[in-house]
């Protein structure tokens, strides 16, 4: 889901990724002295924060919201059965149990007592599954239906014709407080799933007029929506039928819509707007040094790579391919074209996830290969000859959309693998974003490689390994866009999906990353930081994991 997002290199944050799943921060604090109580002034939990906003793309349905502008409404305003604490760790919110059999193939949820919607009206186990099953629903059209996929009756819900009210055969209401899950596969991580923006509840208001329901939604977090200006703000006030966990440190958000990123930090310099989530290229260089802002920077949950075909000559899965494609990672210099090109909004990569995701490996087999070493990717490539000589004539060539402003980072690129390996190399730059992914989905880019990038739906390994790299999400069925298949590989994510808690998944994941260590189907270069500003006045500025401001946290001086 997370191909279909522009991004802006030199920014580097997650909220440009689209989909993100819910969160409760990462990272902590600002680097500058104004983040504390300035003297003489009082932080009001009355005062309203403004952030720096978007136009949402779609109603504000938790089902039908799949980019960051409606995403970090939709979060702000739905709780759902877990939330995720400051290291992405599930923390139960709606739910007070939800509890697997031995096989992880069927879950008994148990909820919370006493929660309500913000129209008053309770939060029963129904909430859920007649939500769910009409997210899931093919007549209803929902942008996030295939994350339903697992439980059982999914694909009846996705034959053409299906009345809009069916419900999921999988799921089973037993009381007001309770249901059961059935899945099609075993899932250890289903409890960190229903933490995704989609698995929110839904009262039975919504389904009286679905429409009027995503311009006005009722709440089940700790805000509530109070207006829409189109293409101008978003207003949330606190909910006060809200009675979870989450402590409320302000009176509201105002979503200020803004079409250029350079005008929204400059209202932040002047006070005019409180925090952006983002920093515009004009600012990347000094933002962290401006005296009219307190800035952040913090590693983040999105990974960026290139992903080399399998169909590409001399790069296949074999012997020679595998040579080919470590020396090319070894080639790169990634140190040098953070520092240089994303004035060090970024973090060198050790695996195929992110250093906010519970899992994340600092240490692997094979890690070695996404270090730059110039002389033992010269050897790689030497040996790689040895089986298939390289044509002399032929040009090593990376392809990225031009509108996402990767020109610089891919011609360094370019450059470093040209004159580590001795070969041509290039940059190839494709008009736009949509003609880009459009040109990969059709597979017309088997003879060069091209720029991927990834973002977690939720905070598991299993989102970047199973979506990237699964046989499964081959040949078109998903976002394997390499088409690469290793059935070893396979087989440890299905073990993972089996086991029993997530310290032993984390286990297997590991394993399978060895794996994609050595077979290198896509090549991994760093890590995107989440960076933002606020202004002087306000507190508690700090980025959540999944890259949104922790809203709740924020206030400002009266």
């Known amino acids: ?113 006493g929660r309500k919607f913000s129209d008053g009206t309770p939060i029963t186990a129904k909430s859920f599954t007649k939500a769910w099953s009409w997210s899931a629903n093919v007549t209803n059209g929902q942008l996030n239906a295939s994350f339903f996929a697992n439980i059982k009756g999914f694909e009846n819900l996705q034959r053409q014709g299906v009345p809009a009210d069916a419900q999921f055969s999988g799921l089973k209401v037993i009381d007001d ?21 989609a698995f929110a509840p839904l009262p039975e208001s919504f389904y009286r007029d679905p429409k009027a329901f995503g ?45 250029d990123l350079g005008s929204a930090y400059s209202d932040v310099q002047a006070g005019n707007l409180d925090v952006i989530d983002r920093i515009p290229t004009s600012a990347v260089k000094t933002f962290m040094t401006d005296s009219m802002v307190q800035s952040y920077n913090k590693p983040g949950s999105g990974l960026q790579m290139f992903t080399i075909p399998t169909a590409m000559e001399h790069f296949g899965q074999d012997q020679e ?57 010269k050897e790689y490539w030497s040996k790689a000859d040895a089986i298939s000589q390289w044509p002399a004539d032929r040009t090593f060539r990376m392809l990225y959309n031009a509108d996402g402003g990767a020109k610089d980072f891919y011609d360094g690129m370019a450059n470093s693998i040209k004159n580590t390996l001795g070969i041509k190399a290039e940059a190839t730059p494709v008009p736009t974003f949509s003609e880009f992914r459009g040109n990969i989905k059709k597979r017309l880019y ?9 973002s977690p739906d ?40 089996k086991a029993q808690d997530t310290n032993e998944a984390n286990k297997f994941f590991r394993q399978s990353e060895e794996i994609l260590l050595k077979d290198m189907p896509a090549v991994p270069l760093y890590y995107a930081n989440n960076t933002g500003a606020s202004a002087k006045k306000v507190h508690g500025m700090r980025l959540g994991w999944d890259g949104f401001p922790i809203f709740a946290e924020l206030s400002k001086d009266q």
């Not at 104004?34 to 949402?56: R, Y």
């Not at 006060?240 to 803004?258: A, C, L, R, T």
């Not at 992110?354 to 033992?376: H, M, Q, V």
């Open 321 to 377: 391919g595998h040579l080919r494609r470590q020396a090319i990672s070894m080639a790169i210099d990634r140190k040098m074209l953070i520092d240089k090109v994303l004035g060090g909004l970024g973090v060198q990569p050790t695996d195929f996830t992110s250093p906010t995701i519970p899992g994340y490996a600092k240490s692997l087999k094979g890690s070695d290969n996404i270090r730059y070493n110039a002389k033992k990717a």
């Open 1 to 113: 889901m997370k191909k279909g997002s522009q991004l802006t290199l030199v920014s580097a944050t997650i909220c440009a990724l689209a989909l993100l799943a819910s969160g409760c921060g990462s990272g902590s604090g600002t680097n500058t002295e104004g983040a504390e109580q300035s003297s003489g002034s009082q932080a009001s939990n009355n005062a309203v924060v403004s952030v720096h906003g978007c136009e949402p793309a779609q109603p504000l349905i938790p089902s039908s919201t799949a980019e960051s502008c409606g995403g970090q409404v939709v979060n702000a305003i739905n709780s759902r059965l877990v939330r995720f604490d400051d290291q992405g760790k599930a923390r139960n919110d709606l739910a007070s149990e939800i509890k697997g059999n031995d096989d992880m193939s069927q879950y008994k949820i148990t909820l919370a007592d």
């Open 177 to 197: 407080k309770t249901f059961t899950v059935d899945l099609s596969s075993p899932s250890s991580t289903f409890p960190i799933q229903v933490g995704y923006m």
């Open 458 to 497: 939720y905070p598991s390994p299993e989102t970047y390994l199973m979506s990237n790299f699964a046989s499964s999400a081959a040949d078109g069925n998903g976002s394997n866009d390499g088409d690469y298949k290793n059935p070893r590989f396979d087989a440890l994510l299905q073990q993972a999906a």
């Open 446 to 454: 088997n003879d060069a490689a091209f720029r991927s990038s990834w």
């Open 215 to 259: 311009e006005n939604p009722v709440s089940s977090g700790p805000y509530k929506f109070e207006s829409w200006q189109h293409n101008a703000l978003i207003k949330l006030g606190r909910n006060s039928d809200y009675d979870g966990e989450v402590n409320v440190q302000n009176g509201g958000i105002d979503y200020k819509v803004y079409t």
